[in-house]
Structures are given as structure tokens and as C-alpha cells.
């Protein structure tokens, strides 16, 4: 059983993260936005960040780049629904990655995609 922390301004992609995840065993900790996130994450032990790109008060990309500099080993995977087709947007789940996420969702995800790449992620880690 795994520590993850899910940080996303919408209530029910948190609910919905926490269910699938505590169904595959593990313990969730929610969080609204990344300030909050950042004070859980210096106030208790996580195994794995899920976080969002896209929210108020502080947002995912800065989060991680703070985060990075206290906690450089935590894995993290980055979560975003927001593209707009035919549109030059940038790609800011790449973004997140180049920042130091190890894995990216698109949302919407399906169930079994988002405990397999939390399963991968955790088992990267247990090799450090």
C-alpha cells in the first residue's frame, strides 16, 4: 500500500482518483490546489504525486517546480484534460515532464490505465 497525494482543483477527479486508487489498495491524501499540496507533502511522508496542470492559487507546473527542490525523488505523474484540438496550444503535459514528472494522463483516463502507470511508477521507485 502506497502514500499518494492527488492535487486537483476539481472535487470530482479527486474523488474519482481516490476510489479507483484505494480499490487497488493504496491511501489517498487530497488536496485543492498546489499550495496546499506543497504544505501537505512538507508535513507527511508520500510515495507518489498525482497533480493536475491547470489550477487556481498556484498550478501544477510551478508545484512541481518548487517540489523538485525539496523532495527531487518523489515520483510524480501529471494529469491534464485541457487541449483544444486544431490549436497550436502547448503541450504542457511535456512541459511537465521535462520539469520532472516521470509519467503523464490525459484526462479523461480509463481506471485500469491510471493504477497501471501508478504500479509502474512505484515499482520504478522501489528500484532506487
Known amino acids: 500500500m502506497a502514500r499518494i ?3 486537483d482543483d476539481d ?3 479527486c474523488a474519482t482518483v481516490s476510489l479507483i486508487l484505494e480499490r ?9 490546489d498546489g499550495r496546499r499540496g506543497l504544505k ?14 491547470f489550477m487556481p492559487e498556484m498550478d501544477g507546473l510551478e508545484t512541481i517546480r518548487v517540489l523538485r527542490k525539496s523532495k527531487p525523488d518523489l515520483p510524480i505523474i501529471v494529469m491534464s484534460g485541457s487541449t483544444i484540438e486544431g490549436t ?5 503535459l511535456s512541459f511537465a515532464t ?3 514528472a516521470i509519467e503523464s ?4 483516463f480509463k481506471p485500469a490505465a491510471l493504477v497501471e502507470m501508478v504500479d509502474r511508477c512505484l515499482a520504478h521507485r ?3
Open 24 to 32: 487497488a489498495g493504496h491511501q489517498i491524501v487530497a488536496a485543492q
Open 98 to 100: 521535462k520539469l520532472g
Open 40 to 53: 501537505l507533502l512538507e508535513a507527511n511522508r508520500f510515495d507518489l504525486l498525482l497533480i493536475d496542470i
Open 126 to 128: 522501489a528500484k532506487d
Open 88 to 92: 497550436k496550444m502547448p503541450d504542457y
Open 105 to 108: 494522463l490525459r484526462k479523461p
Open 11 to 13: 472535487g470530482a477527479i
Open 5 to 7: 497525494l492527488a492535487i
